[in-house]
């Protein structure tokens, strides 16, 4: 099973820009699709961004849409999403998990997870 550690979260004002990675070990990475999710205090994690084996397909939560741009590199183990122009209602604990089939805006179909990193905006 790989495993996942995410880092790059802080605190950032409204309207500014963060990225934050995930770092695969344990398995070969090109073989696994890769997801971000987030989750709020009191609220369901939810779907960000997911990202194909080989990076050429990408898919976006309408809510981040044009604003958040997920990327990896296979030779770095790496998946990193840049978060530009957050608002407030993007605070929430961001988490990285990976699939060996498809990428996917479900939850359920991913199987290794982080353990999330905290992401803040003030505003």
């Known amino acids: 099973q790989v495993q996942l550690v995410e880092s790059g979260g802080g605190l950032v004002q409204a309207g500014g820009s963060l990225s934050v990675s995930c770092a695969a070990s344990?398995?070969?990475?090109?073989?696994?699709?890769v997801g971000w999710f987030r989750q709020a205090p009191g609220q369901e994690r939810e779907f960000v961004a997911t990202?194909?084996?080989?990076?050429?397909?990408?898919y976006y939560a309408d809510s981040v849409k044009g604003r958040f741009t997920i990327s990896r590199d296979n030779v770095k183990n790496t998946v990193v999403l840049q978060m530009n122009s957050l608002q407030p209602e993007d605070a929430a604990v961001y988490y990285c998990a990976a699939n060996r089939a498809n990428p996917s805006a479900d939850a359920a179909s991913f199987d290794a997870w982080g353990q999330g990193t905290q992401v803040t905006v003030s505003s």
């Open positions: 990202i194909s084996k080989g990076g050429s397909f990408t």
């Open positions: 344990g398995r070969t990475f090109s073989n696994y699709a």
